[in-house]
Every structure is written in C-alpha cells, then in structure tokens.
C-alpha cells in the first residue's frame, strides 16, 4: 500500500505529522512525504520538513494525505498542484483542516460531506459540499478530519476501515493516545466568549482573503 503526503510552505505542521505517526506505523505500507519539488518547506511557524520526493515523481497512490494551514491559500490557485490532486485523488483520501479547500479548489468535493477547520466550515459550500460540523466525516473512501489535532482521529478512522479495529487501537495504545486536555475550549461551542471573538478577529482578514480566493476560483470554473 503506497501511502503519500503533500507537504508545503505555511502548512500547519500537526496537520501532517499527527496523521503521519498512525499512517507511517501500517503494516504492509510504504509512507512517503512529497512536496512540489524535493526542497524543504517551512511550516506556518518555522519548522522545516524535508520531502521524500516531488509530486512530479510521486507514484499512483493507494492512500493520499492532504494538510492544511494557511500555505492552501497560494496553493489553491497552483495548477499544477491541483492537477496532481486530481490525479491521486481516485482511491483513499484523508484531509485534515483546510486541506479541505485545496480539494475543493481542485474541483473535487462537490456533492461530497465534508469537514474542515471550525473558521473555514462556512466556506465549503463553494466548493458543492454538504458541511458536517464534525470532528472527522467519513464519505464513502473519503475521510475529513476538522482543525489540526483531528488529523489523529481521521488517521485511526482510515487505519480502523484499512487495517482493522485492533490495528488501529493497537496504535493508539501505542500512542497513548487518550487526550485530556487542560481546557474545555477546543470548539467555538465551548471557547470562552472573549477567547473566541479574538481567535475570529486573529484570523478574520485570512478568512476574507480565502472567501475572495474561493469565489475568484470558482467563477473561472463557471466562466472557462
């Protein structure tokens, strides 16, 4: 099985080493990393990641994995990064956060339930998609997981239906992967009102600028 991850400048990071400690550790399966070339990308704060290879050279994947962060914003309007995603995009797909939109910028989420992070939910519609606010939403070989730290918990879903139940729980225990966080302020539900008006003002003018990226988008598919 030929696993593989797209990997990007001003990705969130989680988004692709979270599913990657659950993908990388299947049994019978090859996990590469890829990036638009065979550079090093930085993530949204700094760290860098090295790919395996480029897209160009990457083979017909059984599974794909698609991070998010803030880099989709360029990459939605990269043809050639798009075209690739059509290409891999014929069995299993596992998005995490805004990955969500690189898909849906590369024409394949329409008519498909969806997921992505809490402040880009309202935007899926664009794209065709049926928006289920939850933290991961399987549609049919295709798994969405929400913001960030979801990627883990759509990462055990696709092990559980490729591998089986105690493949995946195995890897969990191996984990020790039983959160409790400190806070109960996860979701906008259940975030303090102030902490959650200044995480939508934090992000308020890349959430405008990706509305705008997402309408320009789909107009030209509408107009060619």
């Not at 080493?17 to 299947?26: A, D, I, K, M, Y």
């Not at 690189?102 to 969806?114: E, N, P, Q, S, V």
């Not at 009102?193 to 992000?203: G, H, I, N, S, T």
């Not at 959430?207 to 107009?219: A, D, F, L, M, Q």
Request: overall charge negative; glycine content about 10%; proline content about 6%.
């Amino acid at each position: 099985m030929d696993i593989g991850s797209l990997v990007f400048d001003n990705m969130d990071q989680i988004d692709f080493t979270g599913p990657f400690e659950v993908l990388s550790r299947l049994p019978d399966s090859t996990c590469r990393v890829y990036g638009i070339t065979g550079e090093p990308v930085r993530d949204v704060r700094g760290l860098t990641i090295v790919p395996d290879a480029a897209i160009a050279d990457a083979p017909r994947l059984d599974v794909l994995h698609v991070p998010g962060g803030r880099g989709v914003d360029v990459l939605m309007e990269n043809e050639e990064v798009l075209a690739w995603l059509r290409k891999q995009s014929g069995n299993v797909v596992l998005s995490v956060c805004t990955g969500a939109l690189l898909l849906g910028a590369a024409g394949l989420l329409a008519g498909r339930r969806a997921t992505t992070h809490w402040a880009s939910l309202h935007l899926l519609p664009e794209f065709g998609a049926e928006v289920v606010d939850s933290r991961v939403v399987v549609d049919g070989d295709w798994i969405f997981a929400a913001g960030v730290t979801s990627g883990i918990d759509g990462a055990l879903t696709l092990a559980a239906r490729l591998c089986g139940v105690e493949v995946a729980q195995g890897l969990q225990l191996y984990m020790q992967y039983a959160p409790e966080p400190p806070f109960d302020a996860g979701t906008p539900e259940t975030a303090p009102a102030a902490v959650l008006a200044a995480a939508r003002a934090d992000m308020a003018e890349v959430t405008r600028g990706r509305r705008e990226t997402i309408r320009r988008i789909v107009s030209g598919h509408a107009h060619p």
